[in-house]
């Protein structure tokens, strides 16, 4: 029967519950099957595009061929972050609770900008990010909301500080360490902060930032009448877990009135884990610091959890309230857009909700404690192999290696492509997936540990191949 919609019902009900079916079918078969597909896309580039016409259809077309469409052309162009061979960049989990709490935030549609708009998305968020402040054991004055990533997090923190500071913004500095994320140095060029009011503070042997160091910086800035504004620190580094000394950095901070935020993006949800909580030790000095449940803590892109020691910091900088917007229970209420960048905002907190009652927080601790195990048993293996060098601690279950034959020793020239190559080799068996970066000037292979499918055969696995590609031309 013909939908008495002017505009055609192209999916009813019915329909969507049908392609529902074979969708929900399709991803659950997929999990099971993970493993069977190459880790990475080989596609080419343009491979996609040529295979797809160059305008939008003019008639619709049924979703049977959508879906083969999906199949046969999307999917080879997909890199699985969910398979167990993922040891790339950083984990990235997505789990079935999670899958189904976004379809249901996609399917209420909801935009979340203000608490009247939808006032179970905005409770919902204070509800979870009041439960993940606990579980991180963060300090009571902290309050929690969900930004899309830890980039727009940084960048929020970098504009409440630059807005927070009592001077000129000519005269403002801000400080980080080389092994910060980009994201970093990208916040506080946003916010502008010039080249020369950005400064590099140096790490130690363990890659963390040298307090000592940033003392000494802030004080010559200070002296030659500039004003220290904002210090990011990291907690779990990108490029090897490092985990800067947040308590001595944060009583700087706090000597100088400068802002302090703390990146935890990757390695924060480990310290929902006791023995991890110390690497925060300090955060309690922050006032501002992110960490992304859709990292490690099984919750699918994005979720970002930002937490603020001063709101109303935040909200000076971020707050509009046009008239089209105002509602009666404006002054009761959390009203999100004032928390951050973008008005719309999606229904975040549903997936993180389920996620954190589907596992429950001894399941995730027992998850991430497996990941930190099998990071040191590949650590202990490194290290019992002679021309393998490890090129940092492994605090994090992320494992910087690299192969130094006795041929090639001191050569860092060689000794990078020589590693490349053994790293080349690697992925092309298409079983597991590495990335590299370099670490003190040396070229180190990253093997991340994080995916939540990854178990002992799989690290042994990564191991093994690593071992099996040395190419000693
Ligand atoms: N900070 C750190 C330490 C990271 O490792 C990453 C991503 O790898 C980011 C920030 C950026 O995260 P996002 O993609 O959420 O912006």
Redesign the pocket.
């Known amino acids: 029967m013909r939908s008495a919609l002017i505009f055609p019902n192209i999916m009813d009900p019915e329909s969507f519950r049908q392609h529902g079916h074979e969708l929900i079918d399709w991803l659950a078969d997929y999990f099971t099957n993970i493993e069977s597909y190459p880790v990475a896309s080989r596609v080419a580039p343009g491979d996609l595009r040529r295979a797809l016409p160059r305008s939008a259809p003019e008639q619709g077309e049924p979703f049977d061929r959508i879906l083969a469409d999906f199949r046969e052309l999307i999917v080879p162009g997909v890199s699985h972050w969910g398979h167990p061979g993922w040891f790339a ?2 984990p990235s989990n997505s789990s079935p609770p999670s899958v189904l709490g976004e379809l249901l935030s996609a399917g209420l549609g909801v935009q979340g900008m203000s608490w009247a708009t939808s006032p179970a998305a905005t409770e919902l968020e204070q509800v979870v990010m009041e439960w993940y402040r606990r579980l991180l054991d963060l300090p009571e004055g902290f309050t929690g909301v969900i930004q ?7 960048l929020v923190a970098f504009l409440t500080a630059r807005d927070h500071a009592v001077a000129d913004r000519s005269r403002l500095v801000a400080y980080w360490s080389p092994e ?5 140095g990208k916040g506080a060029r946003l916010a502008g902060f010039a080249a020369d009011r950005c400064r590099v503070v140096p790490v130690d042997q363990r890659f963390a930032m040298r307090s000592d160091a940033l003392s000494e910086m802030m004080a010559a800035d200070m002296a030659a009448g500039l004003v220290p504004a904002i210090v990011v620190a ?1 907690m ?3 490029g090897s877990t490092a985990c800067d000394p947040l308590r001595a950095i944060g009583e700087i901070c706090r000597r100088h009135g400068a802002w302090f935020h703390v ?5 924060g949800s480990a310290a929902i884990l006791p023995e991890i909580r110390p690497l925060l030790d300090g955060v309690e000095l922050a006032d501002s610091m ?1 960490t ?1 449940p ?2 490690w803590l099984l919750t699918n ?2 979720c ?1 959890a930002y937490f603020v020691r001063d709101v109303g910091a935040l909200k000076q900088t971020f707050s509009t309230s046009p008239e089209y917007l105002r509602t009666a229970q404006d002054d009761e209420v959390a009203n999100f857009r004032d928390w951050g960048i973008p008005l719309g905002r999606r229904f975040r907190a549903l997936k993180l909700w389920f996620v954190l009652r589907s596992y429950g927080a001894e399941e995730l601790r027992v998850m991430i404690r497996q990941h930190l195990a099998l990071g040191h048993e590949l650590a202990s293996w490194v290290d019992a192999e002679p021309d393998f060098e490890r090129l940092a601690e492994a605090p994090l279950a992320l494992v910087c290696l690299r192969h130094v034959p006795p041929a090639l020793a001191g050569d860092e020239v060689a000794l990078a492509a020589h590693n490349a190559r053994i790293m080349e080799r690697v992925n092309a068996t298409g079983r597991v997936k590495l990335t590299h970066t370099t670490l003190g000037g040396r070229y180190a292979i990253r093997v991340a540990i994080g995916a939540f499918r990854t178990e002992r055969r799989h690290v042994e696995e990564v191991w093994g191949l690593l071992k099996g590609m040395i190419d000693d031309r």
Request: aromatic share 14%.
């Open positions: 960049y950083f899309d990533t830890a980039s727009t997090s940084t910060a994320h980009s994201s970093v990291t779990g580094t990108t990146d935890a993006a990757f390695g992110v992304n859709h990292k892109f994005d970002s």
